[in-house]
């Protein structure tokens, strides 16, 4: 059900068909996710940060659904750390956060990425309209991570995210410029979702579930707290392209709506 519910399509981006036709062969996918992430609390590292062209100003999703996972880190007696770019360092500054500045992959036990581009085919970075993005390069760091053997979660919405090579081939198949802006960044669990933040708070409300400890409880309220902090700092609506507190072009009480039906689904699933 709430593989489901991550993937609705509310702006129809052809996400909906990507997504059926990535759960007939990975059926089980969020479990999955859901069980690497709980077998490796010990360090995580937490990435995210999506440049918007042509302005290259950071979009609100990824950074609230990066915050949600590390917060969840934190209350399951784990440590984490937050990978980014300035900008969001910079509005997210009272949250009470631990950015990571020149991190070391061997120090982690889990990598994790929301909405973090990840390179294409030809190397370079591209957003869903196909333009180039200037972004430093965290997929660096899922390389690395892979060839340590050290776990890796990928959560993107569009094809052009860090662990979206996974399926690059359903990509090209069926969301526009999908060759080109396919990446080829591949993890080892990939949580697919309409939104990203969606995906990440997917993510945690599994986790509540297998543990029976509500952990997506009252984010609704916290959802508004940093899409405005991170709004007044300049950061943008990447489909919009304005600093609005919305997410992907849609508004933020439908944002808070999904997180409420998502809290429900948790506390009856563990009531």
């Known amino acids: 059900m709430i593989g489901h519910l991550i993937n ?75 990978l980014t770019c300035k900008k969001i360092q910079e509005a997210l500054r009272d949250f009470k956060v631990n950015f990571a500045k020149n991190p070391t992959i061997e120090d982690y036990s889990l990598l994790i990425s929301v909405e973090t581009p990840g390179r294409a085919k030809d190397g370079k970075y591209y957003s869903m309209s196909a333009l180039e993005i200037d972004v430093p390069p965290f997929d660096e760091l899922f390389l690395k991570a892979k060839e340590l053997g050290i776990p890796t979660i990928g959560i993107g919405d569009g094809g052009n995210e860090i662990g979206m090579g996974n399926i690059r081939d359903l990509v090209c198949k069926h969301i526009k410029f999908g060759e080109k802006i396919g990446s080829v960044i591949e993890v080892d669990s990939l949580v697919l979702s309409a939104v990203s933040n969606w995906g990440a708070y997917g993510l945690i409300a599994q986790a509540s579930i297998e543990l029976g400890k509500n952990m997506i409880a009252g984010w609704d309220n916290e959802e508004e707290k940093i899409l405005k902090a991170l709004v007044s700092s300049g950061i943008i609506d990447g489909v919009t392209k304005k600093p609005e507190l919305s997410v992907d072009g849609i508004p933020l009480e439908v944002h808070k709506s999904f997180l409420i039906l998502l809290n429900s689904i948790v506390e009856n699933k563990i009531g």
């Open 8 to 82: 609705t399509d509310i702006y129809g981006r052809n996400v909906l068909k990507l997504y059926l036709e990535y759960r007939r062969d990975n059926f089980d996918f969020l479990r999955k996710a859901t069980s690497l992430f709980l077998e490796n609390l010990d360090r995580v590292l937490v990435v995210s940060c999506f440049p918007i062209p042509p302005m290259q100003i950071a979009e609100t999703d990824g950074p609230p659904g990066a915050l949600a996972i590390y917060r969840t880190v934190e209350k399951l007696g784990g440590k984490a750390e937050i």
